[in-house]
């Protein structure tokens, strides 16, 4: 039997990544990662569970998250496969959404496919253009030759009267590496009915093989063939990138091999277990307060300058602010320093003694804005090594 038990529905649906693995068993049930005592037969409850925990952590008003679902289904009717059902992008927020809502699902999706060891599903409906959709462009973004993505168009039998899209699924138009299948989904009516998975993929199938733009091609169009391709594709893309992992994992193995040899011997109260750690707090704190003054830290603050832009600032433009708030007359001046050559003159040259009473004079007017700006340079300092210090373990 096909079982039916992701929610649908108009609007955002998907509002957490659901992390689904579908894994070939004699017995049929589905089991969640948030409750794994409990074994669902019952695939309606299943839905439920998904919406029950996408509310729990989302609230009931079409809020997100990027914290993930876990959800494995075992059954003899599927091949081993892991898929990530991701949120659609939004560029309106509704409800609860916050404003920013298509830069935080944009970088949800992100952090998913930029992973080299994944397959990427681009999503595209035939009835809009393909070279405007957000899908594509992403993959592009992260996989700008094409090698992980496969795209899926959808919605084929939506199109206007007259035209196909022969030239996209014959990877023409936008050519892919791994190329495009095209696939007839249920519609909301067809849910609402409660029309039968079956049914629908009889009909999806009826739809390739009787239509003239898609008929020549129907053997590699429709979701069971795009189920046989992602399981042969990413068998293909794990052999491809396994060497890489093994190696990267062989690394990692070898750094904690050594880092127990080192705590075979520890004793928690040897004093060069202590200096050791200490030095590394101190470097580690050094390391942070370079990178806040240099501004190449992994965290920028976005609301206020700070640490080296905020120095800066104050050299550039409160400084030089100060010094010409300062009062100066130009006849002042010129009387103060015909008087000194006149008091100390002597020879045939200016004395460079009126030349210091001078400048000695005019040197002192500097003091306040510079001490003021030296104060305000302290002050940051003071605040990035309270930022750096936060950090550091008690």
Do not use: W
């Not at 993929?201 to 063939?225: C, N």
């Not at 965290?299 to 104050?314: C, F, H, K, Y």
């Amino acid at each position: 039997p096909r079982r039916d038990f992701l929610p649908r529905g108009s609007g955002i649906v998907t509002r957490r990544p659901l992390i689904l693995q579908l894994i070939f068993s004699k017995t049929e049930y589905a089991e969640f990662l948030h409750c794994k005592s409990k074994k669902f037969t019952d695939f309606d409850e299943v839905r439920q569970e998904i919406e029950a925990e996408t509310d729990r952590v989302t609230g009931t008003n079409k809020g997100i998250s990027p914290v993930p679902i876990n959800l494995r289904v075992y059954s003899p009717h599927v091949l081993n496969l892991t898929l990530i059902d991701l949120p659609g992008i939004t560029k309106v927020p509704v409800g609860d959404q916050p404003q920013d809502i298509e830069y935080q699902i944009r970088e949800m999706i992100l952090q998913f496919i930029s992973r080299e060891s994944s397959l990427i599903l681009a999503v595209t409906p035939a009835n809009m253009d393909l070279a405007n959709s957000d899908a594509l462009k992403m993959a592009k973004e992260v996989d700008p030759q094409g090698l992980r993505t496969i795209g899926v168009i959808t919605k084929l039998d939506l199109m206007d009267e007259g035209t196909d899209a022969r030239d996209v699924l014959e990877n023409k138009l936008l050519p892919l590496r791994r190329g495009y299948i095209g696939v007839v989904n249920r519609s909301q009516k067809d849910i609402d009915g409660k029309k039968d998975i079956r049914a629908a993929l009889a009909a999806e199938r009826k739809f390739f093989l009787s239509h003239p733009a898609y008929r020549h091609m129907a053997d590699r169009m429709g979701t069971p063939h795009l189920q046989k391709v992602l399981n042969q594709q990413l068998t293909n893309h794990i052999r491809e990138t396994l060497p890489a992992l093994r190696s990267k994992l062989q690394s990692q193995l070898l750094s904690l091999e050594k880092e127990v040899e080192e705590y075979k011997n520890f004793r928690p109260d040897d004093p060069t277990r202590k200096t050791k750690a200490l030095l590394q707090m101190v470097q580690q704190f050094g390391v942070d307060f370079e990178k806040r003054i240099e501004g190449s830290g992994d965290q920028v603050d976005t609301l206020e300058l700070s640490g080296g832009a905020r120095i800066n600032r104050i050299f550039h433009e409160r400084f030089p602010f100060e010094l010409v708030k300062m009062e100066f007359d130009e006849k002042d001046l010129r009387r103060e320093i015909s008087y000194a050559i006149k008091n100390i003159h002597t020879g045939l040259f200016t004395p460079d003694l009126a030349f210091e009473a001078i400048v000695k004079k005019q040197v002192v007017k500097l003091k306040e804005p510079c001490l003021k700006c030296v104060d305000l340079v302290i002050q940051e300092l003071i605040n990035t090594v309270r930022q750096c210090t936060s950090k550091v373990p008690p």
